[in-house]
């Protein structure tokens, strides 16, 4: 709980609120107190939780990834190289089953994302309280611990994804052919003065086709982890309202933690698999 | 929940994991997988091909102890074959000796008998003579007589 008994709404809205680093309206720098002087930041502030969350966890499976792969050998594996030969393989048949180009690029990003994805979601089942608990004792004021409910994070990776779809559009078709997917189609027809007439709508189709993708990557992702962190918020606020909810409190949080377990792993495969199928769309002709 | 620079923040962050995973966590894990692929592979295919081995051996085995077997059978047939035919052999020579030792007693004895035919006759002849000189006595002049003798000792 948060510090000085706060109402349901208060620690709703204070469990939601990241550590935002920026610039106050006074013109000086610091974190943020409150959502509304987090508002005030604008764009140039950043979510230090967020980062540090994310990061920490993408250096902790990199670390331990390649600590698997500086012992793989041919010899019989064991242990931890197991696990991570597994889940190796796991991805690279999920990118040979979707992805039928040459790409070094793509195995390794889909297990990129899986990986860190899945690690940012699980920290969606650690207790509400604990980390933000330990944060306060330490005289830190937010703690949003899951980075895949922060926009921002979702955002960000959708937005890379969506570079290289661009950049590979370009490098496979060229400009002019990836222009011509945007312009020559669905309308199509052989006379050139309907074609021309034909490229506003063209365009207009596909161009929301081609922006939907990453902003449906990054919402699903924050969508699902958003609500699943909500409805832990909400369980645990049973917790402060005597014996007999804290019991059903605690049967409900397992409850859904073992529900949201299915959620975790889902979207962080979902996550992979699109980035592979929206890079597959980029490198095929229409 | 704004959006704010941490977007950028994390884009750059996606970018360097990225990055490091595709230089050095993916290459070594999936050459490692590859090289025990084909090592599995290689050792399947060398038991496999032991097996044949195995087999092929087996076969040799078998059709080189059959060889030996009709070799000695072949071997004891041409010996029964000559033992045959050494008693065989023997026999014949038994018999053509026997002939040879049975031709020559009889031939001795032949001769035998003739020498004693002979020596009767000489002494047949002699008694004949004397009996009949001793009867004749003076009359029969042995010298005179002597051709009358021969003839008669020829009869005998």
């Known amino acids: 709980m948060a510090s000085d008994a706060p109402t349901t709404t208060e620690y709703i809205k204070h469990h939601l609120q990241n550590l935002t680093f920026g610039q106050h309206t006074d013109g000086s720098w610091g974190i943020a107190h409150g959502a509304a002087e987090a508002k005030a930041m604008g764009f140039w502030a950043i979510h230090l939780d967020t980062m540090f969350w994310s990061v920490l966890l993408g250096a902790l499976f990199l670390w331990g990834f390649r600590k698997a792969a500086l012992r793989a050998t041919a010899q019989t594996p064991s242990g931890f190289l197991n696990f991570v030969e597994w889940i190796v393989e796991f991805v690279d048949e999920n990118v040979r089953g979707s992805f039928s180009h040459k790409n070094d690029l793509v195995a390794p990003l889909a297990l990129t994302l899986f990986v860190w994805v899945l690690l940012m979601n699980t920290m969606d089942l650690v207790p509400v309280d604990w980390i933000p608990q330990i944060a306060h004792l330490m005289g830190i004021e937010y703690m949003k611990v899951v980075p895949t409910t922060d926009p921002n994070a979702t955002f960000g990776m959708a937005l890379g994804v969506f570079v290289l779809t661009l950049f590979y559009s370009i490098k496979i078709k060229g400009v002019g052919g990836f222009a011509a997917e945007l312009t020559m189609q669905p309308f199509q027809a052989n006379n050139p003065i309907l074609k021309i007439l034909f490229v506003p709508a063209n365009f207009f189709l596909e161009f929301v086709s081609l922006v939907s993708k990453p902003v449906s990557l990054s919402l699903r992702l924050f969508g699902n982890l958003f609500a699943g962190e909500m409805i832990f918020i909400l369980i645990a606020l049973l917790f402060s309202g005597g014996a007999m909810l804290a019991v059903a409190g605690g049967v409900l949080q397992w409850a859904w933690a073992v529900f949201h377990i299915l959620i975790v792993l889902l979207q962080a495969f979902i996550f992979m698999t699109l980035t592979i199928v929206y890079l597959e769309m980029a490198h095929s002709h229409h | ?156």
């Open chain 2, 1 to 156: 929940m704004n959006i704010n620079l941490t977007l950028i923040g994390q884009s750059v962050a996606f970018i360097v994991f990225v990055w490091f995973c595709m230089k050095f966590v993916w290459p070594p894990i999936v050459t490692a997988l590859n090289e025990r692929k084909t090592k599995i592979a290689d050792g399947l295919a060398a038991a496999e091909e032991g097996q044949r081995e195995k087999a092929k051996a087996q076969e040799h085995v078998a059709q080189v102890t059959s060889e030996a077997k009709e070799q000695a059978q072949e071997i004891i047939r041409r010996a029964e074959r000559r033992e045959v035919e050494m008693i065989e052999e023997a026999k014949g020579s038994a018999r053509v000796e026997g002939d040879r030792v049975l031709t020559a007693a009889r031939s001795e004895i032949d001769k035998e008998a003739n020498m004693a035919r002979e020596a009767l006759r000489a002494q047949v002849a002699g008694l004949a003579v004397a009996g009949a000189s001793k009867i004749l006595a003076r009359e029969v002049d042995s010298d005179a007589h002597a051709k009358m003798l021969d003839d008669l000792i020829a009869e005998l």
